[in-house]
Every structure is written in structure tokens, then in C-alpha cells.
């Protein structure tokens, strides 16, 4: 089942506004993943976390591997019209003797021109 | 950029039908990925295979199959579609390197069984 709380569920802003999500878990994670899904597209990779407390930027995109190693957050600043889309967390977890990637239900933005 | 293609990218089909999504990447991953994605957005492991000739299922059920007897290579079947089948299917892969390695996503096939 489902690993990661992700939330909100959607967002609806104006250009030029700031964006914040959260990943939250019941579980540890020592990676945690930020992929953006444009419509039509796979997802692909924003940034990579891989170590707690850990803090990184990638353009107007920030991401921190939360300290308890239960929880991440992304940040976008100064949204444009193309950080419209889906964005999902996610993190390797253990299960068996194998490790799977789980994702989070996804937050759907969109941005008001 | 990642090499990972999926064909087709859209394929309309009738019930009882039997089709094979393909999916290919170039990278020499050991790790590929089969998942679903419903119109919520959420995406659903159904298989995954860690090499030549491994190949098991993931967390939600589906009545597709997968093989992998080349690296490169890891194409989906269904034997007889039904509209239960419509959906989103994405491919993924990953090499096994060092931490955990990212997924590579293709651009996905939309399929629709009328």
C-alpha cells in the first residue's frame, strides 16, 4: 500500500507566487526523490535528497530531507506558467529483500498567467 | 537525458484484443519498471524485473505479463484487453550505482479499450 503522505492534493496560483509541498511517512527513508510530471510526459527527476537535514537547490526549486528522516519538502519561488504540472515524492523502501520506489499520491499545480 | 522509449504512444483498442506495450532503453539498467497511472495521478508498481529473466509483480494486481531476455528490453502484454485496462503506462529504469539511483521514465503509452 501507500507509504507517503503527500499534500495538498492540488494548488491553484497566481504567476509569481511561491509554491511549497510536503512528503510525510510512517516509515524512514534514506533517499528522498522530487519528480515533475508534464501533462502527456513521464515523470522526471528534480531533485535527490540523500542525507537528513539535508538542504538543495536546483534553479527556483528547493528540497529538504527532513531531520527525522520521515519527511521532505520542495519549494518553488517566483512560479512561471511551465511549473505547471504534477508533482510526486518519493523514496526507496525495503519490503522483502527488495527495495521498491514508493511515490506519493502526486500535487497537481497550476498556474494563473 | 534518459533513454528510455515507449511505443506506442497512444493506441485505441477493442475488448479481447491482445497487445504488447514496448519498452526499450539504452542506458544497460538492470532495473526496469512497469506502472500504472489512473486519472488521480497516483502511480501503481504492477511489475518489475531486476535483470535478464527476473521478472516479478509489484503492489497492485494486473492481468498483464512481462518478460525481460534482453537487458534493453522489458514489453508488457495483455492477452485480452478490456476496458478495465484503460489507463496511463509508464516504463521505467534505473541503474544500480551507487545510494539509490533514480528512476528514468519513458513518455508512457495511453491506452484506451473500448
Known amino acids: 500500500g501507500q507509504q507517503l503522505n503527500q499534500s495538498p492534493q492540488s494548488m491553484f496560483i497566481q504567476e509569481g507566487e511561491d509554491v511549497s509541498m510536503n512528503c510525510t511517512s510512517s516509515?524512514?527513508?534514506?533517499?528522498w526523490l522530487w519528480y515533475k510530471q508534464d501533462p502527456g510526459e513521464g515523470p522526471v527527476l528534480l531533485i535527490a535528497?540523500?542525507?537528513?537535514?539535508e538542504l538543495t537547490s536546483n534553479g527556483r526549486l528547493t528540497a529538504q530531507f527532513g531531520i527525522t528522516r520521515k519527511d521532505s519538502f520542495l519549494n518553488i519561488s517566483a512560479s512561471i506558467p511551465s511549473d505547471v504540472g504534477i508533482y510526486f515524492c518519493a523514496g526507496p523502501l525495503t519490503q522483502g529483500g527488495s527495495e521498491k520506489l514508493v511515490f506519493g499520491k502526486g500535487m497537481k499545480l497550476t498556474v494563473n498567467p | 537525458e534518459a533513454d528510455i522509449y515507449q511505443t506506442p504512444r497512444y493506441l485505441v483498442i477493442g475488448t479481447g484484443k491482445k497487445i504488447t506495450l514496448e519498452c526499450s532503453q539504452t542506458?544497460?539498467?538492470?532495473?526496469m519498471y512497469w506502472y500504472q497511472q489512473d486519472p488521480g495521478m497516483e502511480l501503481h508498481l504492477i511489475h518489475y524485473s531486476y535483470g535478464v529473466n527476473s521478472t516479478e509483480k509489484g503492489d497492485l494486481s494486473s492481468e498483464s505479463t512481462v518478460s525481460r531476455i534482453r537487458t534493453e528490453h522489458f514489453p508488457l502484454t495483455l492477452e485480452s484487453a478490456r476496458p478495465s485496462h484503460t489507463s496511463q503506462y509508464l516504463c521505467a529504469s534505473r541503474g544500480a550505482i551507487r545510494r539509490h539511483s533514480p528512476l528514468h521514465f519513458g513518455n508512457g503509452t495511453r491506452l484506451t479499450v473500448t
Open positions: 516509515s524512514i527513508f534514506n533517499t
Open positions: 542506458m544497460g539498467h538492470d532495473k
Open positions: 535528497l540523500y542525507k537528513a537535514g
